[in-house]
């Protein structure tokens, strides 16, 4: 199976961050993935900012090869919600805009993956 793409360095959840040497191994295996760790990536849909779905998914592997850019990763989905007001915060006092997207984007350019 394909390794994920992951920005570099991704946004962690306070719970995630404390086990994620653990969560990434597990989720480039794509097993032994606990029901409440959510991936947020760039919405597959090219309108939204994000999409925020269970690790679970991973499993099946038609998600995996087509799953966009992993921004974060939190335990728990209103983690994950904190991860993406978070995100929000850094764009606004970085740019003074709410672009989000195009910030992930340049962002994860610039890093050369």
């Not at 653990?22 to 959510?38: C, E, F, Q, T, W």
């Not at 269970?54 to 335990?75: D, E």
């Amino acid at each position: 199976m394909k390794r994920q793409t992951w920005l570099a360095p991704l946004y962690f959840g306070e719970t995630a961050e404390k086990k994620k040497d653990r969560l990434i191994r597990k989720l480039n295996r794509s097993k032994g993935m606990p029901a409440d760790v959510y991936l947020i990536t760039l919405a597959a849909n090219g309108r939204d900012v994000f999409d925020i779905l269970s690790a679970v998914w991973l499993m099946q592997p038609a998600v995996k090869k087509r799953l966009p850019i992993v921004v974060g990763i939190a335990c728990g989905r209103e983690e994950a919600m904190e991860v993406v007001l978070g995100i929000a915060r850094e764009v606004y006092e970085k740019t003074g805009g709410a672009d989000i997207r195009r910030y992930i984007l340049e962002r994860y350019q610039k890093e050369g993956l």
